[in-house]
């Protein structure tokens, strides 16, 4: 959040090219440290540099979080033509001017049901609230 000039009275900004190759140097630096040391044994190495990578990747997934703004360009869910259609539970029942919902809209399949009790399945059961009584 730091990184990308959100929530500071004095802005920093950092590409996230440098942001991704900052953690791969340091995972180079440390790999190489690991490896030659000259007391352990490759057994005892392996772990832990194993373990830095899984930290390295999740710290790029952080950044990630804050830098990619993949799927922007698509509306979000229950919009269409930036006008809300589909109601959410959770909101209050009143909604605000501007929006759309589905009543408003118009269903093509509304009262597609209806009549559905007078069908027949050929030994002359009527059918009931779609089942066979």
Same mark, same amino acid.
């Given at each position: 959040?730091?990184?990308?000039? #959100? ?34 044994? &490759? @057994? ?7 373990? &830095? ?8 997934? &952080? ?7 993949? $799927? ?15 109601? @959410? ?17 118009? #269903?093509?399949?509304?009262?597609? $049901? ?20």
């Amino acid at each position: 959040m730091m990184h990308v000039s #959100c929530g500071r009275q004095h802005p920093l900004h950092v590409e996230y090219v440098h942001i991704g190759v900052t953690p791969s140097f340091i995972q180079d630096i440390l790999s190489e440290a690991l490896l030659s040391h000259p007391r352990l044994k &490759l @057994d005892r190495k392996i772990a832990p540099i194993k373990a &830095l990578g899984k930290v390295i990747r999740i710290q790029n997934d &952080l950044f990630a979080k804050w830098y990619v703004r993949d $799927g922007d360009e698509f509306e979000k869910e229950g919009y269409l033509h930036r006008k809300k259609i589909l109601h @959410d539970e959770s909101e209050s029942g009143s909604e605000s001017e501007g929006d759309v919902n589905a009543e408003t809209v118009g #269903c093509p399949f509304k009262g597609m $049901g209806a009549g559905m009790e007078r069908i027949s399945m050929g030994d002359d059961a009527p059918m009931k609230n779609g089942t066979l009584q």
